[in-house]
């Protein structure tokens, strides 16, 4: 019962929240879903009194707080990348109104004659906010986080997903490929990170495309981490030879701009490759957790192109090929509704 109730409490304390706001003045009675989110928050588009329409962030306490995407809409605004503007907030009671960058995003968009024209803009816009990055703005992308983020494959994509319970053998295996990773993460010149860059985050705007949205988990890390979240997106596939031009096509632009990329392309490309196997491997967790802890089924849909993405990366280099084996290991034992998706 508390599960039903709650929601309509807090949309409750919403509409009472907006019919106060003097500026800008907006209709509560218009309030209807925008989006949802992986997470506790909502979304919900409202018509404004000027004609103007607003997204209002219900993110509700202790699961959420605004005051992190609050920090970073002013950091990554700071920048002159598009994104939403706060013009309305509940600290307290975790509501923030902002300004609408439309309802298309790249996903919607991405078509063959479209996504070479939106991924150049998502580059200048990558560039432009890395370039303008500082230490101690934003949180730390350490080893701790980077690996608290690879333990959930053993966790929750091989333990709760898979049903398997690894040999030491094989975890010890699993734990050397997780340390060849970190130790080339690590080693990347360190920038701005989004951490969710990519189609379903990503605005399609008329002026200052993309408009880049779903931020507030941003931290200072690998350079190479937007890139590939761009490039490999959990959601959209790329022929090799289109994600490489783009890959080299930023690589460029960087170089140009100052960025600490580094000045080989082909090892540039193992740090993209290495970075991506990181996050394919942190991807296959969650989607495993928000299926089998919070009942969100949505996600099983895009495990296998992430599989894809992390066994292609692999196989490319020697070091990681125990992590291939390994899957090969797991595929057999593993009951075949793992695979039913």
């Given at each position: 019962?508390?599960?039903?109730?709650?929601?309509?409490?807090?949309?409750?304390?919403?509409?009472?929240?907006?019919?106060?706001?003097?500026?800008?003045?907006?209709?509560?009675d218009s309030l209807r879903p925008a989006s949802s989110d992986a997470s506790f928050r909502r979304y919900f588009r409202v018509d404004g009194a000027d004609g103007a329409t607003y997204i209002v962030m219900d993110a509700p306490p202790p699961q959420e707080d605004v005051r992190p995407f609050m920090?970073?809409?002013?950091?990554?605004?700071?920048?002159?990348?598009?994104?939403?503007?706060?013009?309305?907030?509940?600290?307290?009671?975790?509501?923030?109104?902002?300004?609408?960058?439309?309802?298309?995003?790249?996903?919607?968009?991405?078509?063959?004659?479209?996504?070479?024209?939106?991924?150049?803009?998502?580059?200048?816009?990558?560039?432009?906010?890395?370039?303008?990055?500082?230490?101690?703005?934003?949180?730390?992308?350490?080893?701790?986080?980077?690996?608290?983020?690879?333990?959930?494959?053993?966790?929750?994509?091989?333990?709760?997903?898979l049903g398997v319970t690894m040999t030491d053998t094989q975890t010890a295996e699993l734990n050397k490929v997780f340390d060849v990773l970190l130790a080339n993460n690590l080693a990347q010149a360190q920038v701005f990170v989004h951490r969710d860059y990519h189609s379903r985050n990503l605005m399609?705007?008329?002026?200052?495309?993309?408009?880049?949205?779903?931020?507030?988990?941003?931290?200072?890390?690998?350079?190479?981490?937007?890139?590939?979240?761009?490039?490999?997106?959990?959601?959209?596939?790329?022929?090799?030879?289109?994600?490489?031009?783009?890959?080299?096509?930023?690589?460029?632009?960087?170089?140009?701009?100052?960025?600490?990329?580094?000045?080989?392309?082909?090892?540039?490309?193992?740090?993209?490759?290495?970075?991506?196997?990181?996050?394919?491997?942190?991807?296959?967790?969650?989607?495993?957790?928000?299926?089998?802890?919070?009942?969100?089924?949505?996600?099983?849909?895009?495990?296998?192109?992430?599989?894809?993405?992390?066994?292609?990366?692999?196989?490319?280099?020697?070091?990681?090929?125990?992590?291939?084996?390994?899957?090969?290991?797991?595929?057999?034992?593993?009951?075949?509704?793992?695979?039913?998706?």
């Amino acid at each position: 019962m508390s599960l039903q109730t709650t929601p309509d409490i807090r949309l409750t304390q919403l509409k009472r929240w907006l019919s106060a706001l003097s500026s800008p003045a907006v209709q509560p009675d218009s309030l209807r879903p925008a989006s949802s989110d992986a997470s506790f928050r909502r979304y919900f588009r409202v018509d404004g009194a000027d004609g103007a329409t607003y997204i209002v962030m219900d993110a509700p306490p202790p699961q959420e707080d605004v005051r992190p995407f609050m920090h970073v809409a002013e950091v990554f605004g700071s920048t002159g990348a598009s994104v939403p503007k706060i013009v309305g907030h509940d600290i307290e009671r975790g509501f923030l109104l902002l300004s609408d960058l439309g309802s298309t995003t790249y996903l919607h968009q991405l078509n063959l004659d479209s996504a070479h024209q939106l991924y150049l803009d998502a580059i200048d816009a990558l560039v432009l906010i890395q370039v303008q990055s500082q230490p101690d703005m934003l949180p730390e992308y350490d080893r701790a986080l980077l690996l608290r983020e690879l333990m959930l494959f053993p966790e929750w994509y091989i333990g709760k997903h898979l049903g398997v319970t690894m040999t030491d053998t094989q975890t010890a295996e699993l734990n050397k490929v997780f340390d060849v990773l970190l130790a080339n993460n690590l080693a990347q010149a360190q920038v701005f990170v989004h951490r969710d860059y990519h189609s379903r985050n990503l605005m399609v705007l008329d002026s200052g495309n993309p408009g880049i949205l779903d931020f507030q988990d941003a931290v200072y890390g690998p350079i190479t981490y937007d890139l590939v979240s761009l490039l490999r997106d959990a959601y959209i596939q790329w022929d090799e030879e289109m994600v490489l031009d783009w890959a080299i096509r930023y690589w460029e632009r960087a170089k140009q701009a100052g960025l600490p990329v580094n000045p080989d392309i082909d090892a540039f490309y193992r740090d993209f490759e290495f970075m991506g196997l990181q996050r394919h491997l942190k991807v296959l967790g969650i989607f495993a957790r928000l299926y089998h802890r919070d009942g969100k089924d949505a996600y099983l849909k895009d495990m296998p192109l992430v599989m894809g993405y992390t066994r292609n990366a692999a196989n490319r280099y020697t070091a990681l090929k125990p992590l291939v084996r390994l899957l090969d290991a797991l595929e057999d034992k593993a009951p075949q509704v793992g695979y039913t998706f």
